[in-house]
């Protein structure tokens, strides 16, 4: 019995060490197939902070694998899902226009259901083995849709409020302390107006926390009684909105002009779905240094955000390389730095080297920013169909 347990053990080590061996030879040829390749990759051009990043990101894969990269500057992601669609109808099925997409969400959806992706690729990138799927379970499952290797997690988000400690010491900690404190100080409270994702991310989080049995929010919306499940919002929101800032009769535009209104005195309560934004803001001297983040008692919506590979793209090896090297710890470490981005990694660090262990412990935390025990519980996002519905009724209620 000993005998055939060992002979087994060292069969399995063998097989370990003969798919290690394949793996690693992959990579070489994808190396190899890489150089001399310009990677399209389509990411929003919004934030000089992310582009700066972006840039230097093409500056180590240029010098270090001999792979260009051109930052295509978006302003929607679901603009080049489309572009991509029209390429797959048009039977433009090699030399795409777009070799790497910054993506999630619904977007990654209607990419994954209408078969625009590479086939299942992420499994091959030596960085991925290291990425924590079993602590952050949204680097598998992207709003309810099972990621399938057919998306790299590139960084972490969740939902977080700012408040000015000198203008408000104690901070509602859920949607119906939120409701209490706009009612005792009208005016004082709003949120960003849909379809801003902020906005969006406002509603699915009170939708969440009011809806007696949030695990329905997992299914598609299609497949439950949506108007019941989303009744208590409804409800929620109509006694918000008469005490909101200017009644309701005008939102901010996004979650930077409220952060500009928090800055200005007129609302007490700003919002981001960057742990470390309001650290990063306060550095550039944007927000008061009293200024601190806080999540509800219940817990605040998290996400990943991923990179993707078109069916058709060109520069198939290219992105693989970079998008490699955006989930290695050296760019994760200079990523969650909030002086450079201040994006949470989607790593586990204990697994990794002692080196870049160290280099994740020496990333300043930021005045303002929650450490990841305090940022717990993350809560998951509904299904990516739930966004439609809820925009849509939205609009038709409170749209102007």
């Known amino acids: 019995m000993w005998t055939k347990r060992l002979t087994t053990a060292i069969f399995a080590g063998v097989c370990s060490l003969a798919a290690s061996g394949s793996q690693a030879a992959n990579w070489a040829e994808t190396l190899e197939s890489a150089k001399g390749q310009t990677v399209y990759f389509n990411a929003w051009g919004g934030s000089d902070t992310i582009n700066s990043y972006i840039n230097w990101a093409g500056e180590q894969v240029l010098d270090r694998y001999g792979v260009t990269v051109e930052h295509v500057k978006i302003t929607d992601a679901a603009a080049v899902v489309a572009r991509i669609l029209a390429e797959q109808t048009a039977g ?45 379970p949204t680097t598998t499952v992207d709003f309810g849709e099972p990621v399938d290797n057919l998306e790299a997690p590139w960084g972490m988000a969740q939902l977080v409020f700012m ?40 509603i699915k989080q009170a939708l969440i926390e009011l809806t007696e049995d949030s695990s329905v929010l997992q299914q598609a919306a299609d497949q439950v009684d949506a108007a019941a499940v989303t009744a208590p919002l409804w409800d929620f929101l109509d006694k918000l909105h008469p005490v909101l800032w200017r009644s309701a009769k005008n939102f901010p535009a996004d979650g930077q002009q409220m952060r500009q209104l928090m800055d200005d005195g007129e609302l007490d309560i700003a919002l981001s779905f960057n742990p470390n934004e309001a650290s990063r803001a306060i550095v550039d001297g944007q927000l008061s240094e009293t200024v601190r ?108």
Request: charged letters at 20%; aromatic letters at 8%; hydrophobic letters at 40%.
């Open 92 to 136: 433009r099925t090699e030399d795409g226009s777009v070799d790497l997409i910054w993506v999630n969400g619904e977007n990654f959806r209607n990419l994954k259901v209408n078969e625009l992706l590479q086939e299942p690729w992420t499994q091959e990138l030596p960085s991925y083995a290291f990425v924590d799927t079993e602590n952050k």
């Open 293 to 400: 983040t806080y999540i509800h008692t219940a817990g605040t919506i998290g996400n990943t955000h991923f990179v993707a590979i078109p069916f058709n793209a060109k520069a198939s090896a290219g992105a693989k390389v970079l998008a490699d090297f955006l989930m290695s710890a050296e760019a994760q470490a200079r990523k969650a730095d909030p002086e450079i981005w201040g994006d949470p990694t989607v790593l586990a660090i204990d697994t990794l080297e002692a080196t870049d262990q160290q280099a994740f412990a020496e990333v300043p935390l930021g005045v303002a920013t929650l450490s990841p025990a305090e940022l717990a519980p993350t809560l998951l996002e509904p299904h990516a169909s739930w966004v439609e519905v809820l925009e849509a009724e939205w609009q038709k209620r409170y749209g102007q």
């Open 163 to 202: 408040h000015d400690t000198a203008q408000l010491a104690e901070p509602p900690r859920s949607m119906q302390e939120l409701l209490k404190h706009a009612t005792e100080n009208p005016g004082r409270v709003s949120y960003p107006k849909l379809p801003n994702f902020h906005g969006t991310t406002f």
